[in-house]
């Protein structure tokens, strides 16, 4: 069988892996060629995950399409087992185009140790490629601590004692919820003696009652503190807020969604949903979701730190996400995986922009971003437009990713939901509208750019030292443009993909059977 | 493409609905004409804008699509939003927030009824949903109690753009309501809020000293009528509404082209500074005079025509003979006062000829400007004339009898009566409203409250807008957010808690 043997699979999370220690070496003989090979190994990850899209287009439209590949050299149960289905190219292709944009903008970002900086960034995107590619349970969940490890000397990257702070609760909150995980996988690992996704979805109906409870509660309880789901989200915005914009934009619009792809493959491959609806927990879930989705949207409104604002909006959105997943039909999928889609742009775009805007500002607090709007026009017009965007106003994605979810409430006849989502954008509007008012602000006119034909000739050079960092902003914020117009060009990678989450007989077949 | 295809597939082009596509382009070349001149700096942007607003509210008006309908509406909100920025940032803001409210409300209830099994927009048989989607407009086409940001909004909005708002976007919620409300039934509550907002808006307006004020709360009381009409239900009802919309929207395009005009030649909105307005400007004058009384509904214009529809399809009774006379009256009434104190009171006409020659006026007259307001009287007076409309579109009211005869009776008394009314409350002469503005409203809402817990607090006038929600709502959420926020270890604690509550979830659940 083909699917024995693509290793190309591995080349996803070895690049990144192995680019870390390559780049720690060339730091040392030269600062240039190190930097040459950063921008390589990043375009070289995004290459090959597009080059494997566009290689079995075909398949993928058939829904046909799968790779994986296995190691069984330990014995025992520690076989490592990659595997690629539509839902995982789904995740895979956001996430390397995220990494690689937000890649590109810390060329230009990262002013001091930036040999460390990236050995971590790239560490933390290759355990993020694997958690998504895993297959089986151990790898899972290496990868998961991984990622909690790597992004904590990121998060304190300013070594500043709140930045340690922040740090330090994270990784309490992540370690605490990796037990969680490791006692679930213990339980699975005791009661079947196998570690595979597949084979445990095999068996998971011969386990114990209140073994099973178990199992699926320590699960979600550390999925929810990794999504950061009210009561259990405070870590969440000191961390998202403290650490470099790059690093806030990989938390935020990356990370979660990875979370979010986690428990997916958790609660409907390998542990069929048909349990937590059975144990009543379906409902209770989603209302919690709701309650943190509007908590979140609520903080929001009052924080007067601006990045702090931007990770409260966070929760408010992974809680609509995760709140719409519960319903668990089609158009329930649709609406969740295009809002995952939107909210990676949107929130790497509006953190991006604050790294950019920040410069000029002397701190994150709202009374310090006076007349910031008139100094960085045209950036803060892309802020204003991704603005425009999380709160739903066509033609940006955000309006098709709200309408679905919308859609789907209202047919679930869940009329709290739909409920919240709406006033949840609404006081979206407030709280963006309080910065944007602040930042267009009367000053004096020495504080404005010279002109607008001045600002648009910044614009010819794009790809120079500060201008890359802009330019990153208007890539993210001309593709919630250009998808809000063609947002059917995620038709069907989202519905192949809905076909997946549907179908787990299918993946297990595949996985077994290969 | 897919998404055009999904587009040109749901368009339909039945019934009246091409026609007031139509009026809706020509008022946007009106309103066009006028900003040529008025519009000073970043004339690209605001043509821009204004292409954008005129294929949204084509598509708006001519899709049968619930995803196409709000997406073009929330493009007009976007359009209309920025046109205003042309006035004031502040108004940016304060429309924006409203359209935004009401958008939220209407995208609620339209998914609602697409959830509910009305998959296109058709006739919606179900009450609760007709009232759900009424709210849903009722922010953006100023229904009554949510009119309340219309006055303030529409009257300091650059002239072109009032008329864009006034004339055509408070339109779009009426032309939605004439396809989803059922023909025959009509709706109660639509026709209730139509009575009140005819009656309160029109005192309203009746003692405004401001034009554009008065204009705006003219608005308001012209769409009761619309909300009248589609309330009532029947077929003359709906032509009545059809037609009502089209004659208001050239009579108050029209008009708020010329209060741009007047404002620049005489350099005040107030109707009491207007001198020699005639000799001044006479053409625009004529324009005026012609849009306020279509407006009054005098006899044989397209005010009175449409005004009729609506009368005679309502159930023949003392009652409602009654109520229309008294509504007619309050119409006739404004727009009288306003022709009274701009043209005829303490006016000079003995030399009137010689005068026209000197060509006295302070603002240029630009051929585009005359364009419009000719475009505009030529509009009301060919609904006057047709109100069958070109191509017979609305081709039972050809052979309709408007019973003109009725109409001059009604006239004559208007006249009479208003001419009494007038002489005995010196043609209202009021001073002008001070600071009409949101924030103003929201320091009244703020005093009285506050004023019922008997403690009298002076707020910041300027910054109401900011102080209400660092007041009221922000101190809730930070309250909210310091109830949440203990110490770390108070934190952490609720994970035990909450491993405990999801463990015995399924207990909890059989509790209940």
Known sequence: MMSWMNIELNLLILLPAFSAPIILILDRINEKLRKIFVILSASLSLYFVTALFFANFTDIKKGSFFLQYTFDYFGGPFIINFSMDNLSLFFSLLISMAVFLIIIYSTSYIKYNKAKYYALFFLVAASIQGSVLTADLFTMYLFIEGITVFTTPLISFKKTEKTTEAAMQYLYYGIIGGVFFFIS????????????????????????????LTIIIFFLLSLIIKLGIFPIHFWLPKAHSACPAPVSALLSGVLLKVYLYIFMRIFWTMISFDYLIELHISTFIMDLALVSSLLGHIFALQEDDFKKMLAYSSIGHIGMILAVL???????????????????????GLFLSSGYLLRTA??????????????????????????????????????????????AFLKGKHFFAALVTVLGSLIALFYYLRYISKAYAEVSPELKSASWSADFAELLHFLKGDQLMSTIVYVFTLLIIFFGFSFQYFDMPVNTAIIELLNPQKYIDLVLGG | MDLFQQLAANFSLEGYFP?????????????ALAAWKYIKNNKFWYYMLTLLYLVSTLIIILTNDWFFFLFSWELVTLATTFMLAWSDWKLVRQYFVIQFSGSSILLFAALAANGLGYTDITVIESLPLQFLLIMGIAMKSGLFLFHFWLPPIHSEAPSPVSAVLSGWVVKLGYIFLLKIIPMESGNTFLFLLGMAMVAYAGWQALVSADFKIMLAYSTVSQLGFIAIAIGTGGEYAYLG???????????????????????????????????DALVRRPFTSIATITALLSLGGLVFTAGYKSKYLIKSAQNPGLLSTAVFFVFGLLSFLYAARVIYWIFINEQDYSDFFNDLKKRRNNYPIFSTDLLALLIGVLGIISVSIWPEMPGQILESLAVKDFHNLSGIRD?????????????????????????????????????FIYGMSRKSIKLDTEKIFETFFIEAIFAASRSLRKFVYQDFTVQLLWIPIFLTLLLFWQQIYMYF
């Open chain 1, 185 to 212: 996988i213990i339980l699975i690992y005791f009661n079947l003696g196998t570690l595979k996704i597949a084979e445990t979805a095999l068996g998971f109906s011969e386990i114990s009652g209140p073994m099973q």
């Open chain 1, 326 to 348: 519960m319903l668990n039909n089609q158009a329930a999928f649709y609406g969740a995986m295009l809002h995952i889609a939107a909210h990676l742009m949107m929130k790497s």
């Open chain 1, 362 to 407: 002397g701190s994150h607090h709202i009374d310090e971003l006076e007349g910031i709007g008139h100094k960085n026009r045209i950036t803060f017009g892309a802020f204003v437009i991704i603005c425009l965007g999380t709160i739903g106003m066509p033609p940006l994605l955000g309006f098709v990713s709200k309408w679905y979810i919308l859609l």
């Open chain 2, 19 to 31: 026609l007031l596509a139509e009026v809706g382009v020509i008022l946007t070349l009106m309103t």
């Open chain 2, 241 to 275: 509404a059809v037609l009502y919309i089209i004659a208001h929207g050239f009579a108050k395009t029209t008009l708020f082209i010329s209060t741009g005009i007047w404002q620049k030649e005489f350099d005040s909105r107030i109707i009491y500074d207007y001198k």
């Open chain 2, 411 to 447: 006239t004559v008394l208007f006249i009479l009566l208003s001419a009494y009314i007038f002489n005995n409350n010196q043609f209202f002469k009021v001073a002008a409203r001070e600071n009409l503005s949101l924030e103003n409203y929201f320091q009244q809402t703020l005093s």
